[in-house]
Structures are given as structure tokens and as C-alpha cells.
């Protein structure tokens, strides 16, 4: 099972949080850098966020910088995404993904090879 799984996606109020979850194979995840991307309806896929291997290093999209924090746990195969101030414009469909391949954190769909089926979060206003 290489294929990472979301979770902890819901329905927020505008102002409030979540914390999203990605459990992935053992035998690839501390060897990965480990990113976030949203897709809202009939929009292209964008990047929200990205963490390096050793969780050394973070990257954040201008719209979630400040208010989303990306980690990781190494030991339990399984990276965060915690996002407060939620608005209505986060609302969308959350993947993640890792990068087995590229030493540098990547901001682009195509540096990532495994996915996970995404995790819905709506916010409310």
C-alpha cells in the first residue's frame, strides 16, 4: 500500500479549524517530502502546502500562509495539516501527496508520484 490516506476533513464555520491527516506506507514516507493540495469544484488543483523529509523545511501558498501549518511524524508514517481561520474560499477537496524522487520541496502537481483519494473540507460562512 503505497498510496497515502486522508483524513479529517468536515464541515468548519468560518473562524474555526481542522487538522488533516495523511497515513502513508512506512517503506516510502521518511524517505518522502510530503505535500498538501486542494481542488475546489471546477477549478484546477493547487498547491497548499509542503514539508521536507525531516521536516526541516516548509513551504506555504500566500492563501494559507500564517493560518495552515503543515508537520509531520516520521515514527507513526503520518503528516498534519492544521488549518485555522478557516474561510469559505478553503472549501475544497484535500490531497496529499508525497515526492519520492526530488530532493528539493515541490510546489507542482507533477513532482509528486503517489496521491491520496482527498479528504472534503467545506467551511460555512
Known amino acids: 500500500q503505497l498510496q497515502p490516506v486522508e483524513s479529517g476533513g468536515g464541515l468548519v464555520q468560518t473562524g474555526g479549524s481542522l487538522r488533516l491527516s495523511c497515513a502513508a506506507s512506512g517503506r516510502t514516507f521518511s524517505n518522502s517530502n510530503m505535500g498538501w493540495f486542494r481542488q475546489a469544484p471546477g477549478k484546477a488543483r493547487e498547491f497548499v502546502a509542503a514539508i521536507s523529509r525531516n521536516g526541516g523545511s516548509t513551504f506555504y501558498a500566500d492563501s494559507v500562509n500564517e493560518r495552515f501549518t503543515i508537520s509531520r511524524d516520521n515514527a507513526k508514517n503520518t503528516g498534519y495539516l492544521k488549518m485555522n481561520s478557516l474561510k469559505p474560499e478553503d472549501t475544497a477537496l484535500y490531497y496529499c501527496?508525497?515526492?519520492?524522487?526530488?530532493?528539493?520541496?515541490?510546489?507542482?502537481?507533477?513532482?509528486?508520484?503517489?496521491w491520496g483519494q482527498g479528504t472534503q473540507v467545506t467551511v460555512s460562512s
Open positions: 501527496a508525497q515526492d519520492s524522487r526530488r530532493l528539493r520541496i515541490g510546489v507542482n502537481s507533477r513532482d509528486y508520484d503517489y
